[in-house]
């Protein structure tokens, strides 16, 4: 459901679920051809939990192309930590 929502949420973006176990493999596949309802989205857009869990400083450097994690995000305002 919530690779669904992912896909839903931010369709431009790439949804990386990981799972060794077969059966998880396929379930997160099959997130074509069905949405969810309005209703569903709005419940899990509530939640509290929006954080980035790697907030990507190690991608940081004075000599590389992303000297802050401004520059790293696509919004500055969507750092969360």
Same mark, same amino acid.
Do not use: F, I, S, T
């Given at each position: 459901? =919530?690779?669904?929502? %992912?896909?839903?949420?931010?369709?431009?973006?790439s949804v990386l679920p990981k799972s060794s176990n077969p059966t998880r493999i396929a379930a997160n596949l099959d997130v074509i051809g069905w949405k969810l %309802?309005?209703?569903?989205m709005s419940a899990l857009d509530r939640l509290d939990t929006q954080c980035r869990m790697v907030d990507g400083s190690f991608w940081l450097s004075p000599f590389g192309p992303y000297k802050?994690?401004?520059? =790293?995000?696509? *919004?500055? *305002?969507d750092i969360l930590m």
């Open positions: 459901m =919530l690779v669904r929502w %992912a896909l839903q949420r931010r369709p431009d973006c %309802a309005d209703d569903d802050n994690l401004g520059e =790293l995000w696509d *919004d500055e *305002d």
